[in-house]
């Protein structure tokens, strides 16, 4: 059984660019959540989706948004992107409560 | 903005060691609080605890919740070099939105 995939794996992106990161949950999870984790700190929570629903929503500004598919895989959007955007991003499949995550996408705007 | 404190922030010890990490928090309306341990990328689940007092046990590692006092701690018994980790507490509310703190840098030391 395969765990959480991410793709791509890094990115290297310019200011003002879009970009978009991909995620495909544990088999039978339902739940995506996004997370963004700055060096030296621990992952913020970005949005969480359940059944193509959003049913929560961090502290980002507009420019972040998510979408979650009917084979419950998910995709993040970043437009506008800020040198602050440079991150590792997390998507994290939930089964009763227990998130298990991907091995991240690494992105960095210069 | 809710806080999630762990401390300490980094810690080394030889093989053999015995480690207490901390992690406390200011709010009480939450769900559960999880422990990650964090290698190089993908955070990986080691414990969800829901109930005060009550120790939950894997191998070497344990962990305890004390909803009176507010924190958690992570006992690793006889560490070993592979423990050498960053571990996440993060707390989950009932809207889904976790919150971690900051990590704390275990390295052991052969």
């Known amino acids: 059984d395969t765990g959480v995939t991410q793709s791509p794996t890094h990115l290297i992106k310019t200011r003002g660019q879009q970009v978009t990161l991909r995620c495909s949950p544990i088999?039978?999870?339902?739940?995506v959540s996004w997370y963004q984790q700055v060096l030296g700190q621990g992952p913020q929570f970005i949005f969480q989706y359940y059944e193509k629903e959003e049913r929560g929503r961090g502290n980002f500004p507009d420019r972040f948004s998510a979408r979650q598919f009917p084979n419950y895989s998910s995709e993040l959007n970043v437009n506008a992107l800020l040198l602050g955007d440079s991150a590792l991003y997390l998507c994290?499949?939930?089964?009763?409560?227990?998130?298990?995550f991907g091995a991240g996408t690494r992105l960095s705007v210069l | 903005e809710d806080k999630v404190v762990q401390s300490p922030l980094s810690l080394v010890v030889h093989e053999g060691d015995t480690v207490t990490l901390n992690c406390s928090y200011e709010?009480?309306?939450?769900?559960?609080l999880l422990w990650y341990k964090q290698e190089k990328k993908a955070p990986t689940f080691l414990f969800m605890l829901?109930?005060?007092?009550i120790e939950k046990k894997s191998g070497r590692l344990s962990s305890i919740l004390d909803k009176k006092e507010l924190f958690s701690i992570l006992n690793i018994t006889a560490t070993q070099t592979g423990d050498s980790a960053v571990y996440l507490c993060?707390?989950?509310?009932?809207?889904?939105?976790?919150?971690f703190g900051a990590g704390t840098r275990l390295t052991v030391k052969p």
């Open positions: 709010v009480t309306n939450f769900r559960s």
């Open positions: 993060a707390l989950l509310y009932n809207n889904n939105d976790m919150r």
């Open positions: 088999s039978g999870h339902k739940s």
């Open positions: 994290a499949s939930s089964l009763e409560n227990i998130q298990y």
């Open positions: 829901t109930s005060s007092g």
